[in-house]
C-alpha cells in the first residue's frame, strides 16, 4: 500500500509539473497563431483597391469585404461617429500620402474579423517593405499623466480641428470599439520632423475597448505603441519590427497576456530597439507625479530573438536586452520566456537598486533561455544583487541554454510555426546559468 501510494504521489507530482511547464509563454491546448497569422505577407497579393478612404468620415460607416479600400492621406472617423468593418476586409495604406486611420476621441472602430476571416491593412506597393504607409490610431478620454488631462499625437497628420489627435481624460472605462482578428502590415513610416510612426497607437484608450488577437508584422516604428489609458491586451503578436514591439509610455495601466514577440538581429533597427520598452514619461517635467506611473501586468509573454548564430550576432552588435524598464515605471512578469537576448532585462541607472523599487519590478516563474546575462542594471557589469534577488527560489525562476529547436514546438515553420514551449523542456530547477 505505501509503495502504491509513492507511485500515485509521483505520478501527480510528474502530471502537475508537465502541466506548470506549458504554462510558461505563450499558451493554449492548440496552436492559436493557427488560421488567421500571416508570416510571409510579402507573398500575398490582395489586387488593386475598388474604394478609396479620404479627409474625415462624419457619419457612421461600413467597409464591406468584397470592396478593397485605399487609405489615402490621413483619414479620420470623428464627431462620435462608428466605423465597421466587415470580417476579410483589405485596407491597404497608400505610400505616396503615408495613408493613416485615426479614430479621434469619441469615435469608434468596430472591426471584429474572424479566426478564418482576419481583417487586413497592409501596403499597396507591388514589393513590400517595413515602413511603407502610416498606421492605426486609436484614441481616447482615460487617464494619462501628464499635466492636464490631455495631450495629442501629430506626426504630420493635419487633422481639421486639433480635437480629431488629442487623446486623455477622466474616463477609465473608456470604449474606443472592438479590434479583433486583425493584422497590420508593413507600417511605421518615418517622416522628417515626427519620427516614426507606430503601426498600432493607443492613447488614452479605456478598459471597455477590446483589443485581441493583433499581428504587427514588418514594422518600421513601435509594432504596439501604447499611451496611457487602462487596456487590456491578449493575444497579440509583433513579428519582425525594426522598432520596439511594445512600447508603454505616459501613466499606461495595462494587462498583457498570451503575446508573443518575434525578433530578428537581421531587421531590428541599430538603435537599441527591443521587445518591450516600459516608460513612464520622456521628460520629468512634462507629467504629473501625483498621477499613476506606468504599470505594466505581463502574463504568459513569449519573447524571442530568432538567430543563425546567436554568438556571432551578440558579438558584431546585432542583439539587445530584450526589455528596458525606465525610472518611475513598474513591471509585473509572470510565467513568460525571454530567450536570446543580450541581456534579458536592463534597468534603467537612474532606479536604485533596493527592496523599494525592486518590489516595483517582478519577475515571477519566468524561463530567461539563452541569454547572455539576465537582469542588470544599465551601463553596470556588476549584477550580483540582481541575481542574488531574483534568483532566489521563492520567485521560481527558472534558468537555461537551449536552442530554439529545442525550446520551443516549432520555429523554423516558415508558414505555421509554433512558439509554445515543448512540454518536458523545463527542469524542475532554480539553478542560474550566468
Not at 23 to 46: A, D
Not at 110 to 126: K, Q, V, Y
Not at 407 to 430: C, E, H, M, Q, Y
Amino acid at each position: 500500500m505505501k509503495i502504491f501510494t509513492q507511485t500515485i504521489c509521483l505520478f501527480l507530482l510528474m502530471a502537475s509539473s508537465s502541466f506548470a511547464q506549458q504554462e510558461k509563454g505563450i499558451i493554449g491546448k492548440n496552436n492559436w497563431l493557427n488560421n488567421w497569422t500571416e508570416f510571409r505577407p510579402n507573398h500575398v497579393e490582395h489586387g488593386e483597391p475598388t474604394q478609396i478612404l479620404s479627409g474625415n468620415i462624419t457619419q457612421d460607416t461600413k467597409l464591406y469585404k468584397r470592396d478593397t479600400y485605399l487609405l489615402l492621406g490621413s483619414v479620420f472617423v470623428t464627431d462620435s461617429t462608428t466605423l465597421t468593418i466587415e470580417p476579410g476586409t483589405v485596407i491597404i495604406g497608400d505610400f505616396k500620402t503615408n495613408g493613416a486611420l485615426i479614430i479621434s476621441n469619441g469615435s469608434k472602430i468596430m472591426a471584429e474579423g474572424l479566426e478564418t476571416d482576419p481583417i487586413i491593412f497592409t501596403s499597396n506597393r507591388s514589393v513590400k517593405k517595413e515602413g511603407d504607409w502610416g498606421g492605426i490610431f486609436i484614441l481616447g478620454d482615460a487617464p494619462i499623466n501628464k499635466f492636464g488631462n490631455a495631450s495629442s499625437v501629430n506626426y504630420g497628420l493635419r487633422p481639421s480641428s486639433f480635437g480629431d489627435i488629442s487623446y486623455g481624460g477622466k474616463n477609465p472605462q473608456s470604449n474606443s470599439g472592438v479590434l479583433k482578428y486583425v493584422r497590420i502590415e508593413f507600417a511605421g513610416k518615418r517622416t522628417k520632423e515626427f519620427g516614426y510612426f507606430s503601426s498600432l497607437t493607443l492613447a488614452g484608450v479605456g478598459k471597455k475597448t477590446v483589443i485581441e488577437n493583433i499581428m504587427v508584422s514588418y514594422s518600421d516604428g513601435n509594432s504596439f505603441n501604447v499611451l496611457g489609458g487602462e487596456v487590456n491586451l491578449e493575444k497579440m503578436i509583433s513579428f519582425r519590427t525594426r522598432s520596439n514591439d511594445y512600447e508603454f509610455n505616459f501613466g499606461t495601466q495595462c494587462n498583457i497576456s498570451n503575446s508573443l514577440a518575434i525578433r530578428s538581429p537581421y531587421v531590428s533597427g541599430s538603435d537599441g530597439s527591443r521587445t518591450m520598452y516600459i516608460a513612464s514619461y520622456d521628460k520629468k517635467d512634462e507629467v504629473d507625479f501625483a498621477k499613476k506611473g506606468t504599470f505594466v501586468i505581463a502574463e504568459n509573454l513569449t519573447l524571442i530573438n530568432v538567430s543563425d548564430n546567436l554568438a556571432s550576432d551578440i558579438k558584431v552588435g546585432l542583439v539587445k536586452e530584450a526589455l528596458y524598464i525606465s525610472e518611475d515605471a513598474s513591471l509585473d512578469m509572470r510565467k513568460s520566456v525571454i530567450s536570446g537576448f543580450n541581456p534579458a532585462v536592463i534597468i534603467d541607472s537612474n532606479v536604485k537598486i533596493n527592496s523599494k523599487n525592486l518590489d516595483r519590478i517582478k519577475f515571477n516563474d519566468m524561463y530567461f533561455n539563452n541569454c547572455n546575462g539576465n537582469i542588470f542594471t544599465e551601463n553596470d557589469s556588476n549584477n550580483a544583487d540582481l541575481e542574488n534577488w531574483y534568483g532566489n527560489s521563492i520567485f521560481f525562476n527558472v534558468y537555461s541554454k537551449g536552442n530554439d529547436a529545442e525550446t520551443f514546438i516549432d520555429v523554423k515553420n516558415g508558414r505555421r510555426p509554433d512558439f509554445r514551449l515543448r512540454i518536458n523542456k523545463i527542469i524542475a530547477s532554480n539553478d542560474r546559468e550566468d
